[in-house]
């Protein structure tokens, strides 16, 4: 039997985090199949990080980041780029996963060549294509592409089905960002950042934030920034630590409001262990980020997200998750009563886990060997349990 070539194609530090897992399951799979991996790197720096952290080498690193491009020209440059590579690597399915440029313009590569689309995370609505923008228009257009869908949750199943989106093909999996991040926390690791990890060993209770998000760039910032400011000066046995996004526009809002405060503790980004690692070891976390969503979860950690909507709505909906957008006061509140009100925390560290069980990446190269005609059964879905105490 002639194996298959199955093409995975990354491109940000979110979407390599998710698909390494199943890069890492496909290799061991060599009896049926060649795995192809191609990095646009549309995300530099912080790519390379990951891929160091689970050993994973691009057989094909398109590099295609220009200074000020255009979402326009990075379509444009890495369609073409792309194509070349279809072509001679000759895959008979292209894996891409969630949300970003590199996933929408990967399945158009592989659909302009007649090529079987794998989408991960797949099913994901906001229903507002300004909302993330322009994420939410990413997924939706590879959902209008993709052969299987891997969909996380059975909210997303629901989604892609009420799509119309056939349901022979799609298939609840969990999320592999919960296989990667149990590879990560097994790790032992020792903090590279010495601020990062003199706060962590202090013992003190700690915030960690994030924020990231381009539609809350410039003064929607502010109010999170202003209720960050609030809950130092209010508790000062409390820290924040708060690796900062590199964009100025971020840092020109956070910087005024906190860096004299001698609590919080402001840091260039971190590293995806590091990263994980803090999280780990945090009391709660404020953040714009969809992966941290999921994440924080599994580890235990109550998660106040900076947005009106999400994508992500099992954890708010289980309690895990609190949506307090960018208004001062909605965030100031909701972090006082986790910090002063030991039974609101417990209930939010506590609730289910929507997002998986660290076996997402099996479940998903088993659908594929299935959709190859390689086994008989797609194997069962992801059903989310409650964690253990």
């Not at 530090?13 to 192809?36: F, G, H, N, Y």
């Not at 998903?364 to 105490?389: A, D, K, N, Q, W």
């Amino acid at each position: 039997m002639k194996k298959k070539t199955i093409a995975v194609v990354f491109g940000t530090r979110p979407d390599t985090i998710k698909l390494a897992p199943i890069i890492l399951r496909l290799r061991q799979e060599r009896s049926w199949c060649r795995t192809v991996c191609i990095a646009t790197a549309q995300h530099r720096q912080m790519l390379d990080q990951v891929l160091d952290v689970f050993h994973i080498r691009p057989d094909e690193d398109l590099n295609i980041m220009k200074p000020r491009q255009s979402l326009a020209m990075i379509t444009r440059n890495t369609v073409e780029a792309l194509d070349r590579i279809m072509v001679e690597a000759e895959p008979d399915m292209v894996l891409v996963q969630g949300d970003t440029l590199t996933t929408f313009v990967g399945s158009l590569a592989a659909f302009f060549r007649h090529i079987p689309v794998g989408h991960v995370e797949a099913g994901l609505r906001t229903n507002d294509k300004t909302q993330p923008f322009p994420e939410e228009m990413n997924r939706r257009l590879t959902s209008c592409i993709a052969d299987l869908h891997f969909a996380p949750t059975a909210t997303a199943k629901r989604a892609l089905l009420r799509e119309h989106v056939d349901p022979r093909t799609v298939f609840v999996t969990g999320n592999t960002v919960i296989d990667a991040l149990h590879i990560a926390v097994r790790r032992k690791h020792r903090l590279s950042i010495p601020a990062l990890r003199k706060a962590m060993e202090s013992g003190r209770r700690t915030i960690l934030v994030t924020m990231h998000r381009r539609e809350n760039w410039g003064e929607p910032m502010r109010g999170a920034a202003a209720a960050l400011r609030r809950i130092a000066i209010e508790f000062p046995d409390v820290q924040v630590v708060f690796p900062m996004h590199k964009n100025p526009i971020v840092r020109d809002v956070v910087m005024p409001l906190l860096r004299d405060l001698p609590n919080v503790v402001l840091l260039e980004p971190l590293d995806y262990l590091d990263f994980v690692h803090a999280m780990a070891l945090s009391t709660l976390v404020i953040t714009d980020s969809g992966g941290v969503q999921e994440e924080g979860p599994s580890l235990g950690k109550p998660i106040l997200v900076l947005r009106e909507k999400t994508e992500r709505p099992e954890a708010v909906e289980f309690g895990t998750v609190k949506l307090v957008g960018l208004d001062a006061g909605t965030i100031y509140r909701a972090a006082r009563r986790l910090l002063t009100s030991p039974a609101a925390y417990r209930a939010m560290a506590a609730a289910v886990n929507p997002y998986g069980d660290g076996r997402a990446a099996e479940r998903t190269v088993r659908i594929i060997r299935h959709y190859f005609h390689l086994t008989r059964s797609p194997g069962g879905e992801f059903v989310p349990r409650r964690r253990r105490r």
